[in-house]
């Protein structure tokens, strides 16, 4: 830590928040909705959520793919900063929440920019051919986050993008007894991701942590 860093609390955290484009009401009831339905509420914030268009924008990005789509809030932000042209591969490997995702995603004011694939993240990832994407959102289960980030580097273009959520370990990033049983995996794969030479990447403090990695 360098003598002028600042150590970033819950207040920093609220102060961001605070200052940061909010979600519209469309993406509150997608989230009121996915409560109702039994979907697990771990979606991305709308911190987050306006951190990822900023950099997708930087990037100009026009093909993205996500791992993990749960209820399609964090692939409808993201698909937001897209260009006309622009698609947003979500891959989700459960039936419900792919179902769910595309009934809003077919809602929402990017319907024409979001794909929602059902199936295991890993096997879907090798149906895209190499150079394919942009950049890739890795939010799925963290056992498979080494395996997600060795076919992103082969999709992405050179100077694409690979962003992973999650590298705080929900909470528990420094604990040596986690109660998480995805923590260890992700503290693991924190390792895994500084160690890539292919990657130029460093951890954002929102959310629960994220990485941003630039492809050499």
């Not at 911190?47 to 749960?70: C, D, H």
């Not at 051919?129 to 950049?135: E, I, L, S, T």
């Not at 390792?191 to 990695?213: F, N, Q, S, Y």
Request: glycine letters at 8%.
């Amino acid at each position: 830590m360098a003598l002028d860093d600042t150590l970033v609390t819950a207040r920093h955290f609220e102060y961001i928040a605070k200052r940061t484009t909010g979600e519209d009401t469309f993406l509150a009831s997608l989230r009121a909705a996915a409560k109702k339905e039994g979907i697990p509420p771990i979606s991305i914030g709308p911190a987050q959520g306006s951190f990822l268009q900023i950099v997708l924008k930087l990037a100009r990005a026009k093909t993205v793919v996500e791992v993990g789509t749960l209820a399609g809030y964090s692939a409808i932000w993201m698909a937001r900063a897209l260009p006309p042209g622009g698609v947003l591969h979500t891959i989700e490997y459960l039936e419900k929440h792919a179902d769910f995702a595309r009934r809003w995603a077919a809602k929402s004011d990017v319907a024409d920019r979001i794909i929602v694939h059902q199936g295991d993240g890993r096997s879907v990832m090798k149906t895209f051919p190499d150079g394919f994407a942009d950049a890739t959102f890795l939010d799925a289960d963290k056992k498979s986050y080494p395996i997600y980030l060795k076919e992103s580097l082969r999709l992405l273009r050179p100077g694409g993008l690979v962003m992973v959520d999650n590298a705080f370990a929900f909470g528990q990033l420094f604990d040596k007894k986690p109660t998480d049983d995805e923590a260890p995996a992700v503290q693991k794969f924190n390792e895994v991701m500084a160690r890539t030479k292919e990657v130029h990447g460093i951890i954002v403090p929102l959310g629960d942590g994220c990485w941003v990695g630039v492809k050499r």
